[in-house]
């Protein structure tokens, strides 16, 4: 043998050895209709969040992408055996944004699913990249009823665990008028997916209460000249004004109505995108008594999210989709577990289509929110997690968060 054979030997051999333990294992064979995803034995499975984390909703973001980081947490052994590694994109609530965060995930083969995203305008421009990427959707709090419709084409791709506005919306126009005694209401909406949504639910509800709509309105995001709207709920003095706008809107509406003493009596009522620490700090003594719609999640489990939740990032989640983000993650974990196939030595075969249809058989879920079952266009919320809230002055001077949960159906 001649001088450096053996070197030579042993490193062939070594390369061998690293490309046979970076391949999946070989009696592992992918049948499925959408591809799958292949997890080598020492890599993690990676899952991603696609979330706001800058602009106006980033509180959101920060709400959602925390309970997603607490269902993993939870998780000590990982996926079957694989560390879970938690990729993220961030769509600043912006439907541009969000189809270029989208394709940055699309584009890697490696990951088996995404949670998110937080707006409804941004999953109605993502969804089609989504469905012919093969991948999945779970989105914590997307509410708009369009987005689970049984006409839409990309259902397979798609569910949340939020509430459907439906629920949100109706929950607002029951309270209004049975409990307060409301007859004449208003709407006013930003022209979002979301608000709008919400806004045409409500009145669905209200009218089939007996109550009159007087008229809908629609501001344009970042207006502050409200003086048409003020003249226009002048001359029609509706007992409830149903905001479910974002800020600063919400904000702005709040204070010219306080401003002006003959319709300071007309009774607000917001949605769970301005049930968030910063609204009543920001809008002051205007929105005192003010009553928001919102996930109303209680109970031993929750309490033990809460403390785990103030250990791992100190105080309380700043909005009210961390308890869906929690159960999103783990419906997907969950069906992950169940599908994927595991080879002799560890590496895993996760099918994309049998992901999808193992979300979307999810029944029965015991989640923080309640018990869940996904229906086949993608809504697995009951609705039975919301509530009433009323801010107070304790949450206008920054010393207690959240308000008072005020009132739920029976």
Not at 211 to 228: K, N
Not at 256 to 269: F, Q, V
Not at 283 to 310: C, R
Request: charged share 15%; proline share 5%.
């Amino acid at each position: 043998m001649k001088a450096g054979g053996t070197p030579k030997i042993i490193c062939v051999w070594w390369i061998i050895l690293t490309l046979l333990a970076a391949c999946t294992s070989p009696e592992l064979v992918c049948e499925d209709m959408l591809g799958c995803v292949e997890v080598r034995p020492s890599e993690p499975v990676r899952i991603a969040v696609l979330l706001a984390d800058s602009g106006e909703a980033a509180f959101l973001g920060e709400d959602s992408k925390g309970g997603v980081e607490l269902a993993i947490d939870d998780r000590e052994n990982g996926a079957l055996d694989h560390q879970i590694e938690l990729i993220n994109a961030d769509t600043g609530c912006d439907m541009l944004q969000g189809v270029t965060a989208v394709k940055s995930l699309t584009a890697d083969p490696a990951i088996v699913g995404i949670i998110g995203p937080n707006c409804s305008n941004v999953a109605e421009a993502v969804m089609p990249i989504i469905d012919s990427a093969g991948l999945v959707l779970l989105s914590p709090s997307n509410t708009s009823p369009g987005l689970t419709a049984s006409s839409q084409s990309w259902q397979g791709a798609y569910v949340r665990t939020a509430h459907n506005n439906l629920w949100q919306a109706h929950l607002a126009a029951l309270f209004a008028f049975q409990e307060l005694g409301g007859r004449t209401a208003v709407t006013l909406h930003d022209g979002s997916e979301y608000a709008g949504g919400l806004a045409q639910a409500f009145a669905a509800t209200w009218r089939s209460l007996g109550g009159t709509i007087r008229f809908t309105s629609e501001l344009t995001p970042g207006q502050t000249d409200l003086s048409s709207l003020l003249a226009r709920l002048s001359r029609n003095k509706p007992d409830v004004l149903y905001l479910p706008v974002f800020e600063p809107e919400g904000n702005n509406v709040a204070n010219a109505l306080y401003g002006s003493p003959d319709l300071e009596d007309i009774t607000l009522i917001g949605a769970g995108n301005l049930l968030s620490p910063d609204f009543p700090q920001s809008a002051g003594e205007a929105v005192q008594g003010m009553y928001l719609t919102g996930t109303a999640v209680s109970g031993a489990d929750y309490d033990i999210f809460l403390a785990k939740w103030d250990v791992k990032f100190g105080g309380a989640p700043p909005a009210s989709y961390h308890a869906h983000a929690y159960d999103a993650a783990n419906i997907l974990l969950n069906a992950i577990e169940t599908v994927a196939q595991k080879g002799s030595d560890g590496a895993l075969l996760i099918g994309r289509q049998a992901l999808r249809q193992a979300i979307i058989n999810t029944a029965d879920f015991d989640g923080l929110t309640g018990v869940l079952t996904c229906d086949e266009a993608g809504d697995c919320a009951s609705g039975t997690a919301l509530g009433i809230y009323q801010i107070t002055k304790a949450e206008i001077t920054g010393s207690y968060w959240p308000p008072p949960l005020l009132w739920q159906p029976k």
